[in-house]
């Protein structure tokens, strides 16, 4: 957690030169950081609906391919 509360902080500051300074930030528009905030999420609901469920990610296989001679 330490080093996201680090990034956030930098940001903010970051932030705040640009706005002491009037330059405009080459930052993302808000709407492609919230997708991006999405993808995120997106990747951590599997890992976290198993764990809910109770079935570890090491117990999910995928199917054996089919061996013919």
Do not use: C, N
């Not at 970051?14 to 528009?29: E, H, M, N, R, T």
């Not at 997708?35 to 109770?54: K, S, T």
């Not at 570890?56 to 001679?69: C, G, L, T």
Request: proline share 13%; charged share 10%; no cysteine.
């Amino acid at each position: 957690m330490k080093p996201y509360l680090l990034s956030l902080g930098a940001g903010l500051l970051v932030g705040i030169v640009y706005s002491l300074l009037s330059v405009k930030s080459p930052a993302p528009p808000v709407i492609a950081l919230i997708g991006l905030f999405g993808i995120l999420l997106g990747e951590q609901a599997l890992p976290v609906a198993r764990h809910w469920i109770g079935t570890p990610a090491s117990a999910v296989k995928a199917p054996a391919p089919d061996h013919k001679p």
